[in-house]
């Protein structure tokens, strides 16, 4: 059985760097699933169809064809790495997250990632849904202030100005919306280990991982 490790956590709360450099640790293969639902979304926006339009949606999700080449992602052509980050485009894809319709024709997309020598895979419901016999699973959290002032950070590091109750206030409406939803919703999975990082540095986070991952292994 080749090795999975899945992280998963609240918008924010740094899944994606910890995953990375714990993938990059072990050789092991990266899946961001976030990005899927992200690129779902832009290209939605994009085409400007309606995010309630579940059929509409489903389809762009169906036709979807990424490259990813490092940590630069294509679509149609076009670099979106950046582009699939902005707010509005976060803010979409947990609407988009929402409809069963895309979650169904994204999972087999994230299913097949699984690669030797192994994959750590983030996102909000990898340990429960996608790869339930996960050798380890992460539930990774921080409070919302804390989530905040980081997006604040990098943010500011881009020169783009932001109002941090703003992205307080977002973040908290983000975590009801995907945490009240009926089609998976954001929950540990039950043998999830939880790990609150809003006092840890990113080199503690990824350690934490890393001894849990070699404990498992022994």
Not at 36 to 63: P, Q
Not at 64 to 75: K, Q, R, S, V
Not at 158 to 177: F, S, V, Y
Request: hydrophobic share 40%; proline share 3%.
């Amino acid at each position: 059985m080749i090795p999975v490790i899945t992280v998963d956590g609240p918008t924010a709360s740094g899944k994606g760097t910890i995953a990375s450099r714990v993938a990059a640790q072990l050789g092991f293969h990266y899946l961001d699933s976030g990005a899927l639902y992200r690129l779902t979304a832009y290209k939605t926006l994009k085409k400007g169809i309606d995010l309630t339009d579940e059929v509409a949606v489903a389809e762009v999700a169906a036709t979807l064809a990424p490259h990813f080449e490092g940590t630069t992602i294509m679509l149609d052509g076009e670099d979106v790495t950046q582009k699939i980050r902005a707010e509005e485009v976060g803010l979409a894809a947990s609407k988009v997250a929402a409809l069963m319709s895309v979650r169904k024709v994204l999972t087999d997309v994230q299913k097949n990632a699984r690669r030797a020598p192994g994959l750590v895979a983030d996102g909000r419901d990898m340990g429960s849904v996608i790869f339930p016999d996960a050798e380890l699973k992460v539930f990774l959290t921080a409070t919302a202030a804390a989530r905040a002032q980081r997006r604040f950070n990098q943010l500011k590091e881009k020169g783009i100005i932001a109002n941090i109750d703003t992205l307080t206030r977002d973040l908290e409406q983000r975590d009801r919306r995907d945490t009240e939803r009926a089609v998976s919703p954001l929950l540990p999975a039950k043998d999830a280990k939880i790990l609150d990082s809003s006092n840890m540095t990113i080199e503690e986070t990824v350690a934490q991982v890393l001894q849990w991952y070699q404990e498992r292994c022994r």
